[in-house]
């Protein structure tokens, strides 16, 4: 281990020993990186050295930043954080904002300072914010103005002594004592601080489906090693792109598709604050849009509207952060024209890490291990399965599970093997095949089902919006299945739609696997990284 720049060791006190960490990758000659490594470097003041400081890097409405002015904005902050605020390298700065440019300039600022950015949601709450605050020690936050209430509640709540978070700027603030404010009273050069390739330099909350949310620790190497890649080998996108979408910048998909992955070589990225269907296509057409990340749901919502997308300078769209049904990759293709590349990620494994390309894209197969990576599906006595059948997930590569002083680590790494809880089957021609989370297979009658199947199988019928299928109890059967539905407009929940619903169900898979129970609901319980939450579908049935 290179000599750690952290003056505040918390983060590297709290990880995992050495044998309950997954092993490291780093046989691409990408993956070499320097002993001293700050990812702002590659990512943003490089561009400006080697004279690209002109080109454009953000947009936002009524704003457009070049990748100086970024660095310019994010040298200010620097000095704000270290001379006002007083953080030293391995201080955790919390950042809260929804995706906008100064959120943007904050995560710079706190990679240049050398200290470890904490984002969060915009949606939570006071109480889900005092367990970041106390599990990641926060000491500082940078928060968007508009999002003040839940934060100050938080810090006002935690008489914790545990709880350290001593100064907090607000920015997007004209006031005298805004982030802003100070800005302007600071210089626009600061000198990154000279951090270790494997010093910590975000810590990522996991979405936490269930039980507490687990806080995973990222290196400066592994923030490069998302971007060398996936992006190059699946992506290729070229410095003329414009990337924009939805998941938000707190979330590894986001902070890689709308950050990381643009300004690695050099092209321009659209934050927007909002995210509906229409937002959205009115963003592309009017930034010019090429690239599109977003999760397979709002796809589907907005191939209703995606009629004008056609023909646009749109070309390329990544789908995330849950299976991508068949059913909605035939919808995009049919409206915009587009083939989606998917993928799956972790936050554990920082981004995604087995996807295919639009040309190799196979409807109903997420794709190939990703270059860097290695992927194996195994059995449960953790041994390799067979071609074709179906097993647990495991990967390894450059980047993997640390979760900060959490027993978890020991079910997500086994033998080296990070273990996503995914359950998947390999092809012959090395496509890996999603079925469901390990613990939702629902076993009915002695057969396996993975309710995911059942959903491509019920979002194929046109008066199908959005369903989720889980099993419930069943005292013959052990489970059976059941499907919740939101109906497209126009459509009526009564007994015959759930008939003619099972019918064309049974008509399109083997018939034991229709839903024998149906409910019709009005919108489905989801996270906001568009998670479909399956234990709440399960919970009030
Ligand atoms: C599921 C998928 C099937 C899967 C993420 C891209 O989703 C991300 O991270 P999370 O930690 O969740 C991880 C879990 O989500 N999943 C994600 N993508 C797919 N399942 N097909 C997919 N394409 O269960 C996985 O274990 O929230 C996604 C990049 C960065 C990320 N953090």
Redesign the pocket.
């Known amino acids: 281990m290179a000599y750690s720049a952290h003056v505040d060791t918390f983060t590297r006190d709290s990880l995992p020993p050495p044998e309950a960490q997954p092993e490291f990758l780093f046989d691409l000659p990408e993956l070499k990186f320097p002993e001293r490594l700050n990812c702002s470097w590659p990512l943003l003041d490089q561009h400006v050295a080697e004279g690209r400081g002109g080109r454009v890097c953000i947009q936002a409405p009524n704003l457009r930043w070049t990748y100086a002015d970024l660095q310019e904005k994010a040298n200010r902050i620097a000095n704000v954080l270290v001379k006002d605020l007083g953080v030293v390298p391995g201080n955790r700065v919390l950042l809260r904002a929804p995706n906008n440019p100064m959120m943007a300039a904050c995560w710079f600022a706190v990679m240049k300072v050398g200290a470890v950015a904490t984002a969060t949601m915009p949606l939570l709450r006071a109480k889900e914010l005092k367990h970041v605050i106390s599990k990641a020690k926060v000491t500082h936050a940078l928060c968007d103005l508009r999002l003040a209430e839940e934060l100050k509640l938080a810090a006002a709540e935690s008489p914790d002594p545990s709880s350290e978070l001593r100064h907090i700027r607000w920015f997007n603030d004209a006031s005298a004592d805004g982030l802003e404010a100070a800005m302007a009273q600071h210089s626009a050069e600061f000198r990154n601080v000279d951090t270790a390739r494997d010093d910590t330099c975000i810590l990522a909350f996991?979405?936490g489906t269930t039980g507490q949310p687990k806080a995973t620790m990222h290196f400066h190497r592994d923030v490069m090693a998302s971007c060398v890649c996936w992006p190059p080998y699946v992506l290729r996108p070229t410095p003329d792109d414009i990337f924009m979408g939805t998941p938000p910048l707190a979330?590894?998909?986001g902070l890689?598709g709308l950050l990381l992955f643009p300004l690695a070589i050099g092209a321009s990225t659209v934050l927007l604050e909002q995210g509906a269907p229409q937002d959205l296509v009115d963003a592309i057409l009017k930034y010019k849009a090429t690239i599109l990340f977003t999760a397979p749901t709002s796809y589907r919502a907005i191939a209703a509207i995606a009629g004008p997308l056609r023909g646009s300078t749109l070309r390329k769209c990544v789908?995330?952060?849950?299976?991508?049904p068949a059913a909605t990759r035939a919808l995009w293709k049919e409206a915009t024209g587009i083939e989606m590349i998917?993928?799956?990620?972790?936050?554990?494994l920082?981004?995604?890490f087995i996807s295919a390309d639009e040309r190799d894209a196979l409807p109903g197969a997420?794709g190939k291990v990703v270059p860097g990576y290695v992927a194996c599906i195994m059995d449960d006595d953790g041994k390799p399965a067979k071609t074709g059948e179906i097993g647990k997930l495991a990967i390894k590569g450059p980047t993997g599970c640390r979760y900060l002083a959490d027993e978890r680590q020991a079910s997500y790494v086994k033998n080296g093997w990070n273990y996503?809880?995914?359950a998947y089957a390999l092809d012959a021609e090395g496509y890996y095949h999603?079925h469901s989370?390990t613990d939702d297979m629902i076993i009915s009658a002695g057969y396996n089902i993975a309710g995911p199947e059942v959903e491509d199988a019920l979002l194929r019928h046109p008066k199908v919006a959005e369903c989720g299928v889980i099993g419930v109890p069943d005292e013959e059967r052990g489970q059976v299945v059941k499907a919740i539905i939101v109906l497209r407009p126009g459509n009526d929940p009564t007994p015959e739609t759930a008939k003619e619903l099972q019918d064309y169900v049974k008509q399109s898979i083997a018939p034991y696997k229709y839903p024998r129970q149906v409910e019709f609901v009005a919108a489905l319980p989801r996270t906001e990284?568009g998670?479909l939450q399956r234990f709440r579908l399960r919970q009030h049935s």
């Open positions: 996991t979405s979330f590894t998909f890689g789908s995330a952060g849950e299976a991508l998917d993928g799956i990620g972790a936050t554990e920082m981004h995604i997420t996503t809880g995914d999603y989370r990284t998670k």
